[in-house]
């Protein structure tokens, strides 16, 4: 009860206090008292922020795609080990002109090279052997005569495989295609020479121009191509000759009484140890197949390499080409002949005009990369290239820059400015990129839209 007491106490004394300050307040603000009066300051408050405004113009809307890659040699061939291994040495380096055969890096193949020497050791001693007539059994006569006969056998039928008439046609067909090649750079620089023509007639023969390019390169690798075959062929029908020489020896051997079937197959067997010894080594090196440079090295001595994984990159130093590496998504917004403008980066005045060259084809393509072809000269290999090629564009058309478009649900307007006041209408839109967006109805050129 007591507590209950002392509570109400504290609440009366409260209130009294609060009496006393509002009285103290409200003589403070008498204006017949006799301390000075509180002055009222206004507090200026900001304008409201104007709205931008925008007019519409009439001009081109264009949705540029953008990317960049690099200047480099457009032959290229990546070069990789047939078998597994760990690297001895990397003779190259990139920028580095290569000849063909040179070796550019190989496996740590110490044991290799001393199982070579052992197999030819051993093949020296069978060849001996066999002509000093050791061994127990001799060859018949009749045995030695099949073997000769059939030795001479398999060397006409290697002569009458020799595909000479694809070498020639193969000749006739790079003749045609660098013939081709020569009209198609005589067309496209007479049409350079008549812009009265038009960019479509310049665009034409710029094309035909890359396709003869690119004819002319499959017809000289056809031409290689039906060469080695007839090299190899020639080869075989070396080996073939040596047959027929080893048979007739064995032939005379035979008829003299010191034939041995034995020592033939010894011989036989330590021959391909050495030609297989000699295959494993060649497999663990590799060299340049052709003249060129050296565009990229991923490795380094001591590395653990897997076969048939790219480890040098080699290319030919003319002629160069824009190459990206493009998702595949983005490089099917292009097509093959597709003109646009390539520059260095960062450098607006080098730019121009370039075309696409090839696109990958597919995810199994195994060339991923987009190629460009552009007029550049005198860049080193390596330049930062930035392209810009139109994907669509509408000419003479009404836009506005995208901030001047408003949508609310499934409206899509602007509010025009007109000496009535502010307005709301309702647009249609076409091609929008980013900074322009096409009308096709709503509005007319020269009216000035607020933004929201």
């Known amino acids: 009860m007591q507590e209950k007491f002392d509570d109400m106490k504290k609440h009366v004394f409260a209130l009294m206090a609060l009496l006393m300050l509002v009285s103290a307040c409200t003589s403070g603000n008498d204006p017949n008292a006799n301390g000075p009066s509180a002055t009222i300051t206004s507090i200026p408050t900001a304008p409201a922020a104007a709205r931008p405004k925008y007019t519409v113009q009439r001009g081109n809307v264009e949705e540029i795609f953008e990317f960049s890659g690099r200047w480099q040699p457009r032959d290229q061939m990546e070069l990789s080990f047939e078998i597994n291994g760990t690297i001895r040495q990397v003779n190259v380096r990139q920028g580095d002109a290569v000849s063909t055969g040179q070796l550019l890096a190989d496996y740590q193949i110490e044991d290799l090279e001393e199982q070579l020497v052992s197999a030819e050791l051993s093949l020296e001693t069978a060849q001996t052997n066999l002509e000093t007539g050791t061994g127990t059994d001799v060859q018949s006569v009749e045995d030695a005569e099949i073997r000769l006969a059939n030795a001479k056998l398999s060397l006409e039928q290697t002569k009458a495989s020799r595909d000479w008439t694809g070498v020639a046609n193969a000749r006739i067909s ?49 031409y290689f191509s039906a060469a080695q075959s007839y090299n190899n062929a020639e080869f075989n029908i070396k080996q073939q000759e040596n047959s027929v020489i080893e048979a007739e020896l064995a032939l005379e051997r035979a008829r003299s009484g010191q034939g041995d079937p034995s020592g033939l197959e010894n011989l036989r067997q330590a021959q391909l140890k050495v030609d297989q010894l000699k295959t494993d080594i060649a ?129 899509t307007f602007v509010v025009l400015d007109t000496p009535d006041g502010q307005r709301s209408v309702d647009v249609e839109l076409g091609l929008q990129t980013d900074d322009r967006v096409e009308i096709i109805s709503g509005v007319n050129e020269g009216d000035v839209v607020v933004g929201p």
């Open 174 to 222: 790079l003749d045609a295609a660098q013939r081709d090649l020569e009209d198609a750079e005589q067309a496209y620089q007479e049409a350079l020479s008549h812009p009265e023509q038009g960019a479509s007639a310049v665009d034409n023969a710029y094309t035909q121009l890359l396709n003869a390019q690119d004819s002319l390169r499959r017809a000289e690798n056809s």
């Open 283 to 411: 497999r663990s090196s590799l060299y340049a197949p052709m003249d060129g440079v050296i565009l990229e090295v991923s490795i380094s001595p001591g590395d653990q390499v897997t076969a048939y994984n790219a480890v040098i990159t080699i290319g030919l130093p003319e002629p160069k080409e824009v190459i990206a590496s493009l998702a595949i998504g983005d490089a099917q917004n292009l097509s093959a002949g597709m003109v646009g403008v390539c520059q260095i980066a960062n450098k607006p005045e080098t730019a121009v005009q370039c075309a696409v060259r090839r696109i990958p084809g597919s995810n199994r393509d195994a060339d991923q990369t987009t190629r460009i072809g552009a007029g550049f000269e005198n860049l080193t290999d390596g330049q930062l290239i930035q392209v810009y090629m139109p994907l669509q564009i509408r000419e003479n058309v009404l836009w506005l820059p995208p901030a001047a478009i408003r949508t609310f649900q499934n409206r």
